[in-house]
């Protein structure tokens, strides 16, 4: 489904990312981990076409996204719940959904519904100004308003971040129901552990370079990965 192909990305004179490739297959949840500043944030913002690489290819569907921009990307199924969910502050719950669904002029009743199955929260809090929910509920906020756009791949950044364990577990069970409804997952994460457990496959990030790769399972018992990411 997306193939990203030795890609360099750069700010300005800084190399963040130095020639790095994977892919994730149709119906999988993929998993990128790594320390702060190992450049995972800047993988998930140039493949979704807010940044763009100084060289190397990627592919969505069979079609050359490398230098799409990003505000197309959600039309061809893929989104972003971005690092720091980044909802509109002063806008309610539904107007933010809304939002979700730009691409298409008035979104059925069907997708609200859809969303609400998902975190009956947001429905009690339907008119609620989004600036006043708590930390958990801006995420399934930010996470409901990605579904509105129907993505075929859906990449979140860092979804766990500052959440209370109770509310990670809820989190990452809310994943799985996506994908369990088939959507594809690209999942940015600090939390190694739970990003391990959900997912097919993951790739390790290191100082903008891939150091390891493989399955959730291999990674999670590889004494490597134990020491550096799940604390012994
Ligand atoms: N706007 C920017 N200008 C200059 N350098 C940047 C910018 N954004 C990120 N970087 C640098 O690029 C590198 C990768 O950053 P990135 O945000 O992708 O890391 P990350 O893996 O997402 O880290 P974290 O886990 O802390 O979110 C870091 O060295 C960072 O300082
Ligand atoms: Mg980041």
Request: charged share 20%; aromatic share 6%.
């Amino acid at each position: 489904m997306l193939t990203v192909e030795n890609i360099h990305v750069y700010y300005g004179a800084i190399h963040a990312i130095k020639g790095i490739s994977f892919q994730v297959n149709e119906g999988e949840i993929v998993a990128l981990i790594g320390a702060n500043g190992a450049g995972k944030s800047t993988t998930l913002k140039t493949v979704s076409g807010i940044m763009h690489p100084r060289s190397g290819k990627i592919t969505f569907l069979d079609e050359d996204i490398t230098r799409t921009d990003g505000y197309k990307l959600p039309a061809k199924g893929l989104a972003q719940v971005p690092e720091g969910r980044r909802i509109f502050l002063q806008m309610t719950v539904m107007e933010n959904l809304e939002m979700g669904a730009y691409i298409r002029k008035k979104p059925p009743q069907s997708d609200f519904d859809n969303v609400f199955t998902h975190f009956p929260r947001l429905k009690e809090r339907r008119s609620q100004i989004a600036g006043t929910l708590s930390g958990g509920e801006q995420q399934m906020l930010a996470m409901g308003r990605a579904l509105m756009s129907h993505p075929k791949l859906l990449m979140l950044d860092e979804p766990s971040m500052g959440l209370a364990p109770i509310l990670v577990e809820e989190i990452f069970n809310i994943i799985q129901e996506f994908h369990a409804a088939g959507t594809t997952i690209l999942l940015v994460e600090q939390n190694a552990e739970m990003a391990l457990q959900v997912a097919d496959r993951a790739y390790v990030l290191e100082s903008g370079t891939i150091a390891l790769s493989g399955t959730g399972k291999e990674l999670a018992q590889s004494d490597e990965i134990k020491k550096a990411y799940l604390g012994g």
